[in-house]
Each structure stands twice: as structure tokens, then as C-alpha cells.
């Protein structure tokens, strides 16, 4: 655990040996296996996804090819039935071959095929898939591919980032109980705080250049660090009472004779004092929605919804059809559902970003719309600044006004004139929030707002969602923030949605 930037990362690469300490040494039991999942996946092309993920184990296919080149040279010394091969020469190739096939079977390489097929099915990636080229798949799809890569290595211990991005809850789950079942160490980055409960039994927090360790899942971790901060705060309270009672008792006898040594001998006690430091609070996202604009009870209306793609080879896919529902005012309503089932596709259409093929979507009377979503990433203009892109959101907001709203999501003093282009991923994500902000609404249709934002950060947008008065159309795969916040659950399966009324937690439940 840490805030951007404190180094846990940085830690993983170390241990794999991308980087070199400065000082000090890693060391591990010897011959332990590391496998490492970074967002760095790397370029993929040439083969089949099935192929790509038992390419992962580089010893299992340099022994595979080992296994063959012997066989080949066994097939080739018996080609001549009228030639036998020389007897020492057989023994030491049978010799070989049994070495071989000993550490491929110890290594899983036998039943490794069976195993790459549970792991991509796992992963939402099934049968109809596994022989389609990796280049054809997109980015976070090929991310898959790549955690699968190093779940297949039976490795003795797996360096984890971000692992939980790009994957849908019902993914999510499925590696969640993997790695339960997994018989070695896991080291990870995380921010979705489920996940880290349901697996981690130690949190190690990097913060201001040091590591402290806790025994404990990530809530044991959270209620731990404030306990501790505050027992640090009353101890630097008492420390500081005694400091200033010491100074002032030197600043009035230093220029008495009489009270020299007194004087020199709590000098020299002051020196020796271990001063208690208190690491700076991290800065923090400071938000609250505007109030919402009162409109119509009958917020959206879906009749008979339905949509279709058309591809450029002629090929038709259908995405839903015969959607019927509503969402009244002030529900927060999870859109739940695997990747492709079109949940994304269902805000678009109600944001009026893409057409339906039958059917209509209507929105109440004095609705007003706030939208975030991958479509917001895609329309940043790559060349402006962060200060272009509020003042064109909203051209009559006054230069303090944006100001004050850039300062609050933690663009800052020079920060304000980086270019789009330069922004990381959460600091994208906290540009689009401080654009919603901008102007009252009182519809949020949010498709996965946490996915670039830091447990803190999601905590402040939890809280303040909580806290607007308007409506939410919510999709996520932060299961702490749908159980927080939803009071209704939309599932959107095989083309139809099942609407539960209730909360997520209720409908996990059933």
C-alpha cells in the first residue's frame, strides 16, 4: 500500500531484477521461481492466445523442445532397420530423455494445454477464442492474456500490479478464489479493498520513503494505521509540552552563573531527545457534488431497447433487445453484467452517444446529464491543458472559479498547464470528475469512475456520491463501492436485464 509515486513499484522491479538498488540486497530461497504481472504488457503477435500462455513458462517449452529434439534423434538412429544405433550412444540419449521428460512432468509441462484452457476460460476468455491470433485482441483483453501467462508457471511466488484492472466481477471472483487456492506467496498493488480482504494477510504501507508492516487484512490495516498515527500524534503532543517547558526554562537562567550546569545539562538532554516526526497527511481529492437540479420522478425511460453491430465483414451482432425499465429519481442503480453484455452500450445509448437499432430511451423533463466513461477519456483534446479543458467545458466560469475547482482535485500551481497528453490515468479521471462538477446535475452515468483513482480518492467519490441528492447510474467492478452506494441492481445477461430491487449486497445474496 501506498499513495502514487511512494516506490511500490519501484519495489517489484527490484526483486525481479529491472532495476538495481542503490544499497542493501534482496535475496530469496534458491531456485524459487518469481513470476511477474505488470500493466506493461509488452508486444504480442505470431501466435494463438492458447499458445501465448504456454509460452509463458519459458523452461517448460525450452524442455518440450528439448523432449523433441531427442525424440527426432531416437526416430532418426532407428530409420535403418538395417542399422542399429551404437549402444552408448542410446544410453546416453535415454539417459537425456528420461531427465527431461522428469522435469517437464515437474514443471506441469503435461498437462499444461489442460491447464492454459482453465485458466483463459477463467479469464473470460473461452474455446471459441483460444486459437484467435493475440494481435487480434484488444488491450485489455491481451492484458488477460498476460496474467495468464504468469498464472501457468506454477511459480513459487507471484508479483502482482494492479491485477483486478480490466476485469469484470465475475473475472474477478474467479481469480479471487485462484489465488486462495494457490499454494505459494503473492505480493501485490491493489486499490480495490475487497479483493485485498478476501486474499492478503499483510499489508506493507511504503509512505514518505519508509515500510511499515501490519498483520492483517487491508480493513485490520486501516483501523491499525489511524490507532497508531493517533497514539504518534499524543506522543509528539506530550513531546513538544516537555520541549517547550525545557526551552523556556534555558531562555530564562542562560545568563545566571548560578544556574550553569542546570542549564548546560538540559542543553545537552535536548540534544540527545529522538524527536518524534509525523509524516505529512497525503494530499486528497476535496469534493461535494453541486445540489441537483429538481427534475421529473420518471428519470429514464427504456421501451423495448435493442442493439445490434454491424461489422465490416457483414457479420451481425446482437447486443440486447427488448430492454424495458425504468430508473426514478434519487435511485443509485448498479448496471452489473459480464464484459460484452453491454452495459457500457446501454449508458451510451441513454447519454445519447449512440443510436438504438429498435426502440426508445427517454429521460425525465429538466434532466441533466453528467457522464463519465471511457468515451469522456477518449475526448480529451490530447495537445490542451487541464486549464483549457475546464474553461471549454465551461466558458463562463470565472478564471478563480476554475481555479479553486482544479485546486480541490489536486491540480495545482504549475499542474494546471500540463498538457492532456501527459497526464497519467487517475489524473485523467480526476480532470473529467472536476468537469461533471462544473455545472449542477442531476443524472450521474458513471461507467467504471474508480478505475484510475487510489483507494483514498475513491473513498472521497464514494462519500460525496452518497451524499447527492440526484440519481446514479453506476457501473463497476469495485465491489466495496456498488455495496456502499447502489440501493438497486440492473443485470444485464444474455441480452435481457434482471432488475433487482434492492441493494448490491442483497442481490450477491440471492
Known amino acids: 500500500m501506498g499513495p502514487n509515486g511512494a516506490g511500490k513499484t519501484t519495489f517489484f522491479r527490484l526483486i525481479v531484477g529491472e532495476e538495481k538498488a542503490d544499497t542493501g540486497s534482496i535475496s530469496m530461497p534458491s531456485g524459487w521461481r518469481v513470476a511477474y504481472f505488470s500493466q506493461n504488457v509488452g508486444e504480442?503477435?505470431?501466435?494463438?492466445?492458447?499458445?501465448?500462455?504456454?509460452?509463458?513458462?519459458?523452461?517448460?517449452?525450452?524442455?518440450?523442445?528439448?523432449?523433441?529434439?531427442?525424440?527426432?534423434?531416437?526416430?532418426?538412429?532407428?530409420?535403418?532397420?538395417?542399422?542399429?544405433?551404437?549402444?552408448?550412444?542410446?544410453?546416453?540419449?535415454?539417459?537425456?530423455?528420461?531427465?527431461?521428460?522428469?522435469?517437464?512432468?515437474?514443471?506441469?509441462?503435461?498437462?499444461?494445454?489442460?491447464?492454459?484452457?482453465?485458466?483463459?476460460?477463467?479469464?473470460?476468455?473461452?474455446?471459441d477464442r483460444y486459437n484467435n491470433p493475440v494481435e487480434h485482441f484488444s488491450g485489455g483483453w491481451k492484458m488477460r492474456i498476460a496474467l495468464a501467462k504468469v498464472l501457468i508457471t506454477k511459480p513459487d511466488v507471484i508479483l502482482m500490479d494492479e491485477p483486478t484492472n480490466y476485469l469484470d466481477l465475475e473475472t474477478i471472483l474467479w481469480l479471487e478464489n485462484w489465488l486462495k487456492a494457490f499454494q505459494g506467496a503473492v505480493l501485490m498493488t491493489s486499490h480495490d479493498r475487497w479483493f485485498m480482504n478476501a486474499i492478503v494477510n499483510k499489508i506493507v504501507e511504503v509512505r514518505h520513503g519508509t515500510v511499515t508492516t501490519y498483520t492483517g487484512n487491508y480493513d485490520f490495516y486501516e483501523r491499525e494505521r489511524d490507532i497508531r498515527r493517533g497514539q504518534l500524534e499524543a506522543q509528539k503532543d506530550r513531546q513538544d509540552a516537555m520541549l517547550k517547558k525545557e526551552e523556556e526554562f534555558i531562555a530564562k537562567f542562560a545568563a545566571r552563573a548560578s544556574h550553569a550546569a542546570q542549564v548546560q545539562s538540559r542543553v545537552k538532554k535536548l540534544d540527545k531527545i529522538e524527536r518524534v516526526e509525523l509524516a505529512p497527511e497525503e494530499l486528497a481529492m476535496q469534493f461535494?457534488?453541486?445540489?441537483?437540479?429538481?427534475?421529473?420522478?420518471?428519470?429514464?425511460?427504456?421501451?423495448?431497447?435493442?442493439?445490434?453491430?454491424?461489422?465490416?465483414?457483414?457479420?451481425?451482432?446482437?447486443?440486447?433487445?427488448?430492454?424495458?425499465?425504468?430508473?426514478?429519481?434519487?435511485?443509485?442503480?448498479?448496471?452489473?453484467?459480464?464484459?460484452?453484455?453491454?452495459?457500457?452500450t446501454l449508458l451510451k445509448i441513454i447519454i445519447g452517444d449512440t443510436d438504438a437499432t429498435e426502440g426508445k430511451v427517454k429521460t425525465g423533463?429538466?434532466?441533466?446529464?453528467?457522464?463519465?466513461?471511457?468515451?469522456?477519456?477518449?475526448?480529451?483534446?490530447?495537445?490542451?491543458?487541464?486549464?483549457?479543458?475546464?474553461?471549454?467545458?465551461?466558458?463562463?466560469?470565472?478564471?478563480?472559479?476554475?481555479?479553486?475547482?482544479?485546486?480541490?482535485?489536486?491540480?495545482?500551481?504549475?499542474?494546471?498547464?500540463?498538457?492532456?497528453?501527459?497526464?497519467?490515468?487517475?489524473?485523467?479521471?480526476?480532470?473529467?470528475?472536476?468537469?461533471?462538477?462544473?455545472?449542477?446535475?442531476?443524472?450521474?452515468?458513471?461507467?467504471?469512475?474508480?478505475?484510475?483513482?487510489?483507494?483514498?480518492?475513491?473513498?472521497?467519490?464514494?462519500?460525496?456520491?452518497?451524499?447527492?441528492?440526484?440519481?446514479?447510474?453506476?457501473?463497476?467492478?469495485?465491489?466495496?463501492?456498488?455495496?456502499?452506494l447502489t440501493n438497486r441492481v440492473w443485470e444485464v445477461d444474455k441480452g435481457v436485464i434482471h432488475q433487482f430491487p434492492g441493494t448490491y449486497k442483497e442481490w450477491l445474496a440471492r
Open 44 to 127: 504480442m503477435k505470431g501466435r494463438s492466445a492458447i499458445n501465448e500462455v504456454m509460452a509463458g513458462d519459458a523452461e517448460v517449452v525450452r524442455l518440450k523442445d528439448e523432449l523433441d529434439s531427442l525424440q527426432r534423434q531416437l526416430d532418426e538412429a532407428y530409420a535403418d532397420p538395417d542399422k542399429a544405433p551404437d549402444d552408448d550412444w542410446l544410453a546416453g540419449v535415454l539417459e537425456k530423455l528420461g531427465d527431461a521428460q522428469t522435469a517437464f512432468e515437474k514443471r506441469g509441462g503435461f498437462d499444461m494445454e489442460t491447464r492454459a484452457q482453465e485458466i483463459l476460460t477463467g479469464l473470460a476468455i473461452g474455446p
Open 288 to 344: 461535494e457534488f453541486p445540489e441537483a437540479p429538481r427534475g421529473g420522478n420518471d428519470v429514464v425511460v427504456i421501451d423495448n431497447l435493442g442493439k445490434v453491430w454491424k461489422r465490416d465483414d457483414g457479420h451481425v451482432n446482437s447486443v440486447f433487445k427488448g430492454l424495458s425499465a425504468t430508473v426514478r429519481r434519487q435511485e443509485k442503480v448498479a448496471v452489473i453484467g459480464v464484459n460484452g453484455a453491454g452495459k457500457s
Open 365 to 484: 423533463e429538466g434532466i441533466k446529464i453528467g457522464y463519465f466513461g471511457q468515451f469522456t477519456l477518449e475526448q480529451l483534446k490530447p495537445e490542451n491543458t487541464v486549464w483549457d479543458e475546464v474553461k471549454n467545458y465551461v466558458p463562463g466560469l470565472s478564471d478563480g472559479a476554475v481555479r479553486s475547482l482544479l485546486a480541490a482535485f489536486l491540480f495545482r500551481g504549475d499542474d494546471i498547464e500540463k498538457r492532456v497528453k501527459h497526464l497519467s490515468g487517475g489524473e485523467k479521471a480526476r480532470l473529467i470528475l472536476a468537469g461533471i462538477l462544473a455545472t449542477p446535475k442531476n443524472l450521474l452515468v458513471l461507467d467504471e469512475p474508480t478505475n484510475h483513482l487510489d483507494i483514498r480518492s475513491r473513498e472521497i467519490l464514494l462519500d460525496a456520491l452518497k451524499r447527492y441528492e440526484g440519481t446514479v447510474m453506476l457501473v463497476s467492478h469495485d465491489r466495496h463501492f456498488l455495496t456502499e
